[in-house]
């Protein structure tokens, strides 16, 4: 059974702060890692995906690697922004296009 | 492009009560999900639907919950009759083709309150 561990629960940084948030899971037999971001209230949005024959995808200020063989991943933020602040949620993809979830990273980016 | 549409919004009943939640995915979306998030924890499946047909429902408490998807597009999660343990937020997505080509759009839930 896939478990996605993610750390730390909640982090707080101050506005342009680097960062990385992990994400690990147990099962290396993926087809793909998804980061998601969630505002208070409101739904998942996709921010990356990665397949699982790729190392790292990139946007805009955002960059996420994939160690498969490790099961692991990180989210790396640059030049943090109070609008960064989110819950930020890992997920693999396996067989049969189930997607296993983290419980996510409570970010806060103070000004 | 419309994203996935949710009704309603929020839920507040009684426990042995009944309720329903109404799903329109993205036009053209094959692939249909139902996620279950309890406060603090990540969504966890309930169904998974491609096209009409049930491809995942393994994590359904199918004595209780259930759900449709007629004509391949709209979905129906039912829940009869509530428990306390089902207050949740209640997320529909869809994708494309479902299977590794992967990506999810979700709409903005339904948040149910058991009481």
């Known amino acids: 059974k896939q478990e996605v561990t993610q750390i730390p629960a909640a982090l707080s940084v101050p506005e342009g702060e680097n960062l990385v948030l992990n994400c690990s899971f147990t099962?290396?037999?993926?087809?793909?890692l998804q980061w998601f971001r969630q505002d208070p209230g409101k739904g998942l949005t996709s921010l990356l995906l990665?397949?699982?024959?790729?190392r790292e995808q990139t946007s805009g200020r955002l960059n996420a690697s994939l160690d498969k063989s490790s099961g692991r991943s990180t989210l790396y933020i640059a030049a943090s922004q109070p609008g960064d602040s989110a819950t930020y949620l890992c997920?693999?993809?396996?067989?049969?296009?189930?997607?296993?979830f983290g419980e996510g990273t409570q970010l806060t980016v103070n000004p | 492009e419309a994203g996935v549409a949710q009704s309603p919004r929020y839920k507040i009943i009684e426990k042995r009560q009944s309720v329903a939640f109404w799903c329109n995915p993205i036009?053209?979306?094959?692939?249909l999900y139902w996620y279950q998030q309890i406060l603090g924890q990540g969504p966890k499946l309930l169904i998974q639907?491609?096209?009409?047909?049930?491809?995942?429902d393994s994590q359904l408490p199918k004595d209780r919950f259930s759900a449709e998807r007629l004509k391949g597009v709209d979905s129906t999660l039912k829940i009869q009759p509530a428990k306390l343990e089902d207050s949740a937020v209640y997320l529909c997505?869809?994708?494309?083709?479902?299977?590794?080509?992967?990506?999810?759009?979700f709409g903005s839930g339904t948040q149910l309150s058991v009481l």
């Open positions: 997505a869809s994708s494309l083709f479902g299977g590794e080509s992967g990506k999810l759009f």
């Open positions: 099962d290396s037999a993926i087809y793909n």
């Open positions: 990665i397949q699982s024959s790729q």
């Open positions: 997920a693999v993809q396996t067989s049969g296009s189930r997607l296993t």
């Open positions: 036009s053209g979306h094959a692939t």
């Open positions: 639907f491609q096209n009409n047909g049930v491809v995942d």
